[in-house]
């Protein structure tokens, strides 16, 4: 079995949607943050852990990070509608503002239960921030706030994103087919 490779978005190209996304996070938050304030920003592991790393040195504003990692069960790359929780957020949400960052929206459903998990925590603010969505694939609508690029319906990898745990330290985000 050969996985045949082609770049989508160079590292260059991601590097410039990170710069453009810290920009306009970093501006609209300072409009609403009150004196003393900061960000709770959430990242949703594993896939978003090069881009959170990457866009956080963009945002020039107090944040504090937690991570959550979500899996939804189905077979291959289809997620099915039963998101679980494999690792929680530490922080509570109440009273917080939040941004959560995710590498790509596909379905929808993942972001879907971890939003209304962290709205039901009565938090101050929530807003969401994806590096890609794949608008043609969403089942559940969810309203992307910063978004970097929208794509086509392709399998991708690289740049966290992975195939059966594989690829995702490539500095290129790369679209995979399978032969
Ligand atoms: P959703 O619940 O269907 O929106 O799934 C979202 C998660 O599935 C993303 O955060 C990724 O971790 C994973 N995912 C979606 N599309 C791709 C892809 O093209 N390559 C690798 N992982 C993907
Ligand atoms: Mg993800």
Redesign the pocket.
Known sequence: MADTMRTYLSAKEIAELNRQLGERITADYKKILEPGEEVLVVV?????LFFSADLLRHIQIPTRIDFVR?ASYGSGTKSSGTVRILKDLETPSVGQHVLVL???VDSGR?LDFLLGRIRADRPKSVRLCALLSKPSRREVQVAVDYLGREVEDKFLVGY??DFNERYRNLADICALETK
């Open positions: 949703t592991l594993k896939g978003a979500l995710d590498e790509i993942t966290g994103l």
